[in-house]
Structure formats: structure tokens, C-alpha cells
């Protein structure tokens, strides 16, 4: 077979096309689609990856490569499939998927392995040597009666530290001839110093089974080279379903394929992985886990563990999905509703879309899992594109937590200025105190007051680049931005009249600590959001005193909303459930029902049913009347109607279009541009807003614009938008971005 001399390439430059070089023969056997290559590119040198294999170029001027990195392809055909996927349907530049595709170490390859001295002993050493060394040099001698007894190389800190013996004693015996060491290459592992307890399969009940029974028919029929379709496993919380996954993983890698799970970069915590490596705890080297805390080094390890083939299951958050594992069988997506699966940076890519398009292109099975699905999600399994698995009872069948409202308006009528904790939450909380069962507050707004008015002249202390109204801290004695990180000084007077008349409303989750722990000055109060968990440790200590009960109200935001399970909690105040609904977002309801639902499951786990208190100035909007009563397909009955009339997801697919820029009239005179070719590209089949300001008008300095293009045939939607784009010169100053199926629209 004639090999092929020439390849195509995409360069990790934004140049937007392919390029075509020659192979010499040197490096032919070497080189294949997927593998990282370095190349000339004008007068230097650039790195890329190969896309295809040719036998002939029409290019001209084409010059050799350089260099073929690593010793097997980087990527494999089907990720670099799925590449081509994300490019088209995100409407990005394939270079710029590539940097979603192979993280950073890999791509630049200039961390390599962690070397390690390592210790073996030399020949047999009888007792006779180690008796006369022992006169003359005893520590020597130890340590030599430890070198003796070794297998195999062991890293030499380690005996050192072992034997609690020197650096320099062990050089004297390498001197001697009586030890000798070597250089090789070590894992770095984030989770070495961690023991893991074996666990077993649990017995499932009739509803796990059977949801697990639709599990392995999909693997079973993908055996089988038949189609499956991703399952959706919808469960309450608590219903057992992270148990199904792990024997949905067993029965994977017992047909020899490797599986992905992902969560929420949230949820990935100590417990989670433990759980995981735990179950596949005989399996050495298992379950490799990617998470944003890793440093590079260890990036590049986990990579390569997973790359090789050594690790068969991999856990970690949104990119795991792009992991390179080969025989892949199986892709869990947990807690599937989460927006954060969304990356809010090019490429704008949803984790559990594209997890659910790989599944598809390595021909394995999808699982989406969640308490609260998404409209989406849930709207595909009614209409049969999803199987629908179902789980309705918690294993321990204890009760759902019972839910209460608590009307602030009523509050209000009787004379209190703001409700931070109702008189019914404050009786209910000093309830549990006396039983020393534990409570969880939870406002999802960091910081003490969130805007200081001047109640003379009325100005309001506003971020100088952004739209919005700077945050009290007073931990820290500072105003700060929410959203740029912009922070000054609190003023005495105001900055605008002179006078002293500032006033602080609004509050945050500082706010709620400091009047929680006024209330009950016996209490122990913690907190917990990014303010006061910047420490890397911060949040694992706050949490294991919480569960020694060494805490008795634990404030916080979304961080402690998600997936922790904490038995002693009988009682959740929602302190306001309306911050999410009034946000000028079509997912407003749907974020505020979820978020209900899910925190409300972190009450009542452990042997008292739980209590739920939900803090609200509307209590009959619909999102939080069908959270009460627990009522899912209530809720998604209606929010689907609303989707319908209003033409957005799941019936419509949106695209929304931001040109920005420091100065507002470009900003605008861009976009409107951009609408007059839009309408122009896309005739009547799509709907096309109007530029106008964004509901967040100024940010980080930047003046913003939207238009909202929405459509049921997104790929040839995504098309028209990219190439009115390459046809449009937009000036130096502006910058438009594209965001298919956006989840931030603010
Ligand atoms: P979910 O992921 O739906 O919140 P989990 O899988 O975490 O639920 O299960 C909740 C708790 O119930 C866990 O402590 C788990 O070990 C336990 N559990 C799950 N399935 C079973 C079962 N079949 N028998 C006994 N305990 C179970
Ligand atoms: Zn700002």
C-alpha cells in the first residue's frame, strides 16, 4: 500500500483555514490523522494537528514538517469528528474547539513526567556486613538493612522518609557500592495519599433495577452494532441513582469498554470521587479524575493514564467529556440540568449536547441523570427521541420534605422592614437548635448589603465599568463588583452630594450570617460561598464540621445547594426565592423550580422527616407552587406551554449575537448592521430580533448589544450566521460573539 507524503493540518493559530504539508520519509510511519505535528509557519515554527492523510496536494509552495509529537495520535478520529460537530453547530472556529479538545499541557507538550530518584540495592548483603558496618557507621547500616529487603526500585524519599534517615547516609552507601540509584519517570497522583474502602454492589430495588435493566439492553444492543438511544433517569433526589451508574459502569467495563461520568464541577467533591474509586478500588489505576484544581503536571499525568489506556473509567467536570479514552461504553452525564455544563468562553459548548453527539459518533450508550431535568431533556424523552427511565421513591423511602411558604408581603404589612429570617423560619430554626438538629440557610447573593443609595440626592454607588450596583463586604470593609472584580473603599459621606446620608440596602449572604448569629447568639454560624471559601482547604474543613455537628446553621450560596448529603438536616430556609424569577431570562422559572427542588433534597435524609421554608414576595407564581407539592410534570406541562407560545427551547433553538465595544456607538451602529445582512441571509424561515441594548447594558467597560436569532434547523441557521459573519468588517474595537443555545442572556 502507497503511504501518504502529504497531511492536512489545523495550526493552533486563528488563521480559519487548513493547511497542507509534505512527510518526509523519515518520519511516514509516524505520522497519521489525529497526530500533533510541528510545522514551519511563516518564518517560524507552530504546532498543529492533523486532520487527514493525502496522497496528492494541490497546495503550492508546500513545505515538510518538522516533527511528529508524541508516539500515537493525540486524538482520536471520532473526537476529531465530534470537533468538526462542535465547529459547525457552535459556529466556532475549528481552532478554537481544538483547545477544548486537547487541554493546554498536551497541546504546548512542554511538561512532561515528574522524574524521581529511585533506590535498589546493588548484590546480596550477608549479616556479617551489615554487623561490621553497623560499628562504624550504624545509620548506614540501617539503612542498608532496609535496601536489602527491597523487590523492587522504590522512590528514595519515600524510604527516607520511611526510615527517618538522611539524604547524605544514603549517598555514603551508594558510594560504597552498596545501593544504587536511578532516574525514572512517576505519576504525579492528586489522590495518592488517599485510602480507598472497597465497596460492593448494593442490592437495587425494583425501580433501580429496572432502570438499570434499560442500562445494559443499550449496552447489550450496542454490542449487538444496533442504535440506542441516551436514556434519561429521571430520580429524586436520594432515589439511588449514583448507585445505578457504578453497576452501569460494572457492567461496561465488563464487556470491555471504558466509561465517562460527569458532574458538576460542584459536585465534584472528595465523597464523589470516593464513592467512585471506592467501587472500582481492585482495579489499580482505575478511575482517573479531571477537575479544574489540578495543576498541570497532574493534568498531563491523568491525561496520559487515560490516553494509554490504563484508566478505563474517568470522572471529572464539563470537559471530560472530551476525555481520550478508546472502547468508550458508556458516558454518564449527572445532574444534566446544570448550567454550568455550558462553557460561557469559545467554544460555547453545552457538555451534555456534545456528550450525547460523542455517544453517538463512538457508538455507546448515553445516560443523562437528573432530579430536575431539563425542559429539554425531559421534552426529548416525551416525544421518544430519549428513553425514559424513572425513579420515584427515595431508597430509604423516607418522606419528601414538607414545604412551607412564608409570604413576605404579609412580613412586610406587619411592619418589619426587610424579612431576612420571618418570624415562622426564626421559630422553626430555634426548634431545631433546642433539638440539636442542624439547618441550612441559603440565598444565592455573596456579600453584606448589595447597593448603598444616598438617601439626599439618590445616587446610587454604581461599578465605573459595569452596569451594576456595587456589593457591601464588610468582612473586608470594601464596595466590590460582582462582575469585573472592580473594589474601593466604602465612602463616609457620598462621593456625589457631600452629605452623610448613605444608606445600605439589600443583602446578602453576609448579611444573613451576622443576623442569624445575632438571633441566636448560643448558635454556631458558618458561612459558606466564594467569599469565605477562597482557600483551597476552607471548604472541605467548613464542611466536616458541618457534618461532625460541630455547626448549627450553615449560610451559604449555591456551593452547598448541590449534591451534599448530610443527615442531621431537618430544616431549609429558602431566605429568597424570588432573586432567580425576575431575571429577564425565559429560564427564570425553570432555574427557580430546580433550584427549589434541589435544595429542598438536602433536608430530611437522615432519621427526621425534613422541613422546607421558602421566602417569597410571590408566593403563586407557578414555579414555586409546583416545587412544593413536588410536582414535576405539573411544571413541565405548564413552563412547556409558556416554551410554546413564546417560541423558545425545546421548540426553538436560540442563537444570541453580543457586539461589544468601549464605545457605545460603535457597538451599536456594528449590530445593526449585522441585523440589516442577517435579515437579508435568512429570509422568513427564522425569527429575527431587533439590536437593543443587553439587560446588562455595560460590562467590564465594554458597551453591549444583542440580537436573538431563534429557528427549529440549527445547523443551517449556525451556517447563515457564520457566513454573514466573514463577509461583515467589523472595526478594530468591536467584538462580536456568537452563543448557540445560550444560557446567559443578561
Ligand atoms: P442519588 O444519586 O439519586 O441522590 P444515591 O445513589 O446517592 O442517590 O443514593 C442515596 C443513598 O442511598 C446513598 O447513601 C446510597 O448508598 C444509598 N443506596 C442507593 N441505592 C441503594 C440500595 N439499593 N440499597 C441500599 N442503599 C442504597
Ligand atoms: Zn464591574
Redesign the pocket.
Known amino acids: 500500500m502507497m503511504k501518504p507524503r502529504y497531511i492536512r493540518v489545523i495550526i493552533d493559530r486563528a488563521i480559519h483555514r487548513e493547511l497542507d504539508y509534505s512527510v518526509p520519509e523519515t518520519l511516514l510511519e509516524r505520522v497519521s490523522v489525529g497526530s500533533r505535528v510541528r510545522v514551519p509557519f511563516r518564518d517560524k515554527s507552530a504546532l498543529a494537528t492533523v486532520v487527514a492523510t493525502l496522497e496528492q496536494s494541490e497546495a503550492e509552495g508546500i513545505r515538510p514538517i518538522e516533527a511528529v509529537v508524541g508516539d500515537t495520535p493525540a486524538l482520536s478520529e471520532q473526537l476529531l469528528e465530534l470537533g468538526n460537530w462542535m465547529s459547525t453547530y457552535y459556529c466556532c472556529p475549528i481552532e478554537t474547539v481544538m483547545r477544548s479538545l486537547l487541554p493546554q499541557v498536551i497541546r504546548r507538550g512542554e511538561i512532561g513526567w515528574k522524574k524521581q530518584l529511585f533506590v535498589q540495592p546493588v548484590r546480596k548483603v550477608d549479616n556479617d556486613e551489615v554487623e561490621k558496618l553497623r560499628r562504624r557507621a550504624p545509620r548506614q547500616a540501617e539503612l542498608l538493612e532496609a535496601i536489602t529487603q527491597l523487590t523492587r526500585p522504590v522512590p528514595a524519599a519515600q524510604l527516607l522518609r520511611t526510615t527517618a534517615l538522611d539524604n547524605q547516609t544514603l549517598r555514603a552507601l551508594v558510594k560504597r557500592g552498596l545501593a544504587q540509584l536511578s532516574e525514572d519517570a512517576v505519576e504525579r497522583d492528586p489522590h495518592a495519599d488517599e485510602q480507598f474502602i472497597a465497596t460492593t454492589n448494593?442490592?437495587?430495588?425494583a425501580e433501580?433495577a429496572l432502570a438499570l435493566k434499560q442500562l445494559t439492553d443499550a449496552l447489550d444492543a450496542l454490542e449487538r452494532a444496533e442504535s440506542a438511544r441516551p436514556i434519561l433517569l429521571h430520580?429524586v433526589?436520594?432515589?439511588?441513582?449514583?448507585?445505578i451508574y457504578l453497576q452501569a459502569i460494572h457492567a461496561t467495563l465488563a464487556r470491555g469498554r471504558s466509561a465517562i461520568v460527569l458532574v458538576p464541577e460542584i459536585s465534584l467533591t472528595p465523597q464523589t470521587v470516593e464513592r467512585f474509586k471506592g467501587r472500582f478500588a481492585e482495579v489499580q489505576d482505575a478511575v482517573a479524575v479531571l477537575h479544574s484544581h489540578l495543576s498541570q503536571g497532574e493534568r498531563h499525568d491523568e491525561w496520559h493514564k487515560i490516553h494509554s489506556g490504563r484508566a478505563r473509567i474517568v470522572i471529572g467536570a464539563r470537559s471530560a467529556v472530551f476525555a481520550p479514552l478508546r472502547n468508550l461504553g458508556l458516558i454518564i452525564i449527572d445532574e444534566e440540568h446544570e448550567s454550568t455544563y455550558k462553557q460561557e468562553e469559545a467554544p460555547r459548548y453545552h457538555a451534555r449536547d456534545v456528550a450525547v453527539v460523542r455517544a453517538k459518533i463512538e457508538k455507546c450508550a448515553a445516560v443523562l441523570g437528573s432530579a430536575t431535568p431539563s425542559l429539554e431533556s425531559y421534552y426529548n424523552a416525551t416525544i421518544g427521541k430519549y428513553q425514559l427511565a424513572t425513579?420515584t421513591q427515595r431508597?430509604?423511602e423516607r418522606q419528601m420534605p414538607r414545604m412551607r411558604i412564608v409570604d413576605l408581603r404579609q412580613e412586610r404589612r406587619k411592619g418589619k422592614a426587610i424579612a431576612i429570617l420571618s418570624d415562622k423560619l426564626r421559630g422553626a430554626i430555634a426548634d431545631r437548635l433546642e433539638k440539636r438538629e442542624q439547618s441550612i440557610l441559603f440565598l444565592n447573593r455573596r456579600g453584606f448589603s448589595t447597593s448603598l443609595l444616598c438617601s439626599n440626592c439618590g445616587e446610587a454607588r454604581d461599578c465605573p465599568n459595569c452596569s451594576v450596583a456595587l456589593t457591601f463586604h464588610r468582612h473586608v470593609a470594601r464596595l466590590s463588583c460582582h462582575l469585573c472584580g472592580h473594589t474601593s473603599t466604602v465612602p463616609k459621606k457620598c462621593p456625589a452630594c457631600g452629605k452623610d446620608a448613605l444608606i445600605y440596602s439589600g443583602f446578602g449572604t453576609e448579611k444573613v450570617e451576622s443576623t442569624a448569629a445575632q438571633i441566636f447568639p448560643k448558635a454556631a454560624v458558618r458561612r459558606m460561598d466564594a467569599d469565605s471559601m477562597t482557600r483551597k482547604e476552607a471548604y472541605r474543613e467548613t464542611l466536616r464540621s458541618f457534618r461532625a455537628g460541630k455547626i448549627d446553621i450553615l449560610v451559604g450560596t449555591q456551593m452547598i445547594a448541590k449534591g451534599l448529603?448530610f443527615p442531621n438536616v431537618t430544616l431549609v430556609g429558602i431566605i429568597n426565592a424570588d432573586l432567580a424569577l425576575h431575571l429577564p431570562d425565559f429560564r427564570a422559572g425553570e432555574r427557580t423550580f430546580q433550584l427549589l427542588t434541589q435544595v429542598a433534597g438536602r433536608a430530611g435524609r437522615g432519621e427526621t422527616p425534613g422541613e422546607v421554608f421558602v421566602q417569597t414576595y410571590t408566593p403563586f407564581s407557578p414555579s414555586i407552587q409546583f416545587a412544593r407539592h413536588h410536582d414535576f410534570a405539573g411544571y413541565f406541562q405548564q413552563e412547556l406551554e409558556f416554551r410554546e407560545r413564546c417560541d423558545f427551547p425545546p421548540f426553538k433553538h436560540a442563537i444570541l449575537i453580543t457586539a461589544r465595544s468601549a464605545h457605545e456607538e460603535r457597538a451599536k451602529f456594528s449590530a445593526e448592521t449585522l441585523v440589516r445582512r442577517l435579515k437579508e441571509a435568512l429570509g422568513t424561515e427564522f425569527i429575527l430580533s431587533e439590536a437593543t441594548p443587553a439587560p446588562l447594558e455595560k460590562m467590564q467597560g465594554q458597551f453591549r448589544f444583542h440580537i436573538l436569532l431563534r429557528g427549529e434547523a440549527i445547523m443551517r441557521l449556525s451556517r447563515l450566521v457564520r457566513e454573514t459573519l466573514d463577509k461583515l468588517p467589523f472595526p478594530e474595537d468591536v467584538t462580536v460573539t456568537v452563543d448557540v443555545d445560550p444560557y446567559q442572556l443578561l
Open positions: 448494593l442490592e437495587l430495588n433501580q430520580g433526589t436520594g432515589s439511588g441513582k449514583t448507585e425513579l431508597v430509604d448529603h
